[in-house]
T-cell receptor, first 114, second 119 residues
Framework: GENVEQHPSTLSVQEGDSAVIKCTYS??????FPWYKQELGKRPQLIID?????GEKKDQRIAVTLNKTAKHFSLHITETQPEDSAVYFC?????????????FGRGTSLIVHP | EAGVTQFPSHSVIEKGQTVTLRCDPI?????LYWYRRVMGKEIKFLLH????????ESGMPNNRFLAERTGGTYSTLKVQPAELEDSGVYFC?????????????????FGPGTRLTVL
C-alpha cells in the first residue's frame, strides 16, 4: 500500500520567513495530493491541493509543487505570519471512480515567531 | 451552512466498554469518511460511505469496529469492546462529490473530532 513520509516534524521560523514542508510517497499510481492545516483545537481544513497532471499550484502565499518522477511534493509558505502556526498534513491518494482513500503524513508542526 | 459535527467531543471509557461516536455530515453530502489519529502519528483512513453504502472499509482495524449510516444521513462508529490501543482522535469528514475531482463541490470537510481515551 501507499506510504507517505513527511518532514520535518517540527519547523520553527521567524515571521516573514519562508517555510517548506516536504512529503514523499511510494505508490506511483497516486494522483491527488491535498494539504490540510489544523490549528490548535480546530478541525483539519484543506488549504491547497494538486493533481498529478500539474507540476505546481499557487494560492496567494502558499504553493505546492509535485515531482512525479521523484515521487515527492512540497508545500511552500512565503511571508509567514503568526496565524500560519498550525499542524500541516500532506496526503497522497489514488482517486479511482468513486473511491477515495488518502494516506496521510504524520504532520508538521509549524511555529511562526512574531 | 453548518459544518460537519461530531458527538461527543470527548469520551473516556474503560477497557472492555462500548462507545458509539456520531457524525453529522454537511447536508447534501453523499460521501462520508471516518479517520483516526493516534497521538503523534498520521491520520489513518477507516472507511468511506457513499450515501448509506460502504464504498470502502479497508481501513477498519478489526471486527470490534462497526460503522453504520442508516438512511444515508448521519453515521455512527461503534467500538465494542474497546481496547487501550483504540485511544485517539476520531475524525469524520464529508464531501459532495469525490475529492480530487475538479470542482469546489468535491472539497472534503472535516469535523472537529472525538477524542477517545480508553483506560
Amino acid at each position: 500500500g501507499e506510504n507517505v513520509e513527511q518532514h520535518p516534524s517540527t519547523l520553527s521560523v521567524q515571521e516573514g520567513d519562508s517555510a517548506v514542508i516536504k512529503c514523499t510517497y511510494s505508490d506511483s499510481a497516486s494522483n491527488y495530493f491535498p494539504w490540510y492545516k489544523q490549528e490548535l483545537g480546530k478541525r483539519p481544513q484543506l488549504i491547497i491541493d494538486i493533481r498529478s497532471n500539474v507540476g505546481e499550484k499557487k494560492d496567494q502565499r502558499i504553493a505546492v509543487t509535485l515531482n512525479k518522477t521523484a515521487k515527492h511534493f512540497s508545500l511552500h509558505i512565503t511571508e509567514t505570519q503568526p496565524e500560519d502556526s498550525a499542524v500541516y498534513f500532506c496526503a497522497a491518494s489514488i482517486r479511482s471512480g468513486g473511491s477515495y482513500i488518502p494516506t496521510f503524513g504524520r504532520g508538521t508542526s509549524l511555529i511562526v515567531h512574531p | 451552512e453548518a459544518g460537519v459535527t461530531q458527538f461527543p467531543s470527548h469520551s473516556v471509557i474503560e477497557k472492555g466498554q462500548t462507545v458509539t461516536l456520531r457524525c453529522d455530515p454537511i447536508s447534501g453530502h453523499d460521501n462520508l469518511y471516518w479517520y483516526r489519529r493516534v497521538m503523534g502519528k498520521e491520520i489513518k483512513f477507516l472507511l468511506h460511505f457513499v450515501k448509506e453504502s460502504k464504498q470502502d472499509e479497508s481501513g477498519m482495524p478489526n471486527n470490534r469496529f462497526l460503522a453504520e449510516r442508516t438512511g444515508g444521513t448521519y453515521s455512527t462508529l461503534k467500538v465494542q469492546p474497546a481496547e487501550l490501543e483504540d485511544s485517539g482522535v476520531y475524525f469524520c469528514a464529508s464531501s459532495q462529490g469525490s475529492p480530487g475531482r475538479a470542482g469546489v463541490g468535491n472539497t472534503q470537510y472535516f469535523g472537529p473530532g472525538t477524542r477517545l481515551t480508553v483506560l
